[in-house]
């Protein structure tokens, strides 16, 4: 977490609300400013971008990079919990472009027997299994 002080401002105050009522959701900023519009609240898109950034920056979301081709989305860390304590990895849904937040024993297994057998440690919140999801198939 930086140890940078933040202003506690009431768009900042807002952002933090409106991720405590979607915990383990994945948002983007065109979702954020798409809520804040539809409930009114007074946050420009490049406040809420330039807030995002910061938010990450303190560890109260994390930010995940799927590829280029898609918006960068976020996700509420709860204060309670250590940002690297949870593993996990996605599916991208090729058609409809779906992202499916995955928590599996056996893919922890795949992680582990990479590092002990070649050598490789991979990057579960970079790893993105591609294909179809339920709907699209």
Request: hydrophobic letters at 35%; charged letters at 25%; a negative charge.
């Amino acid at each position: 977490m930086n140890s940078r002080s933040k202003y506690k401002t009431k768009q900042r105050e807002i952002l933090i609300s409106y991720f405590e009522t979607v915990p383990g959701v994945h948002v983007t900023a065109g979702d954020v400013c798409d809520y804040l519009k539809a409930h009114e609240a007074p946050i420009g898109q490049s406040t809420v971008y330039r807030h995002l950034e910061s938010l990450v920056d303190e560890g109260i979301i994390k930010k995940y990079i799927i590829d280029e081709k898609s918006a960068a989305c976020y996700e509420y860390v709860a204060p309670d919990s250590h940002v690297d304590a949870e593993i996990c990895f996605h599916c991208k849904c090729e058609k409809c472009g779906k992202l499916i937040h995955l928590h599996c024993d056996e893919l922890n297994e795949i992680q582990l027997h990479l590092m002990s057998d070649h050598h490789f440690k991979m990057d579960p919140m970079r790893t993105v299994f591609y294909g179809l999801c339920e709907s699209c198939m």
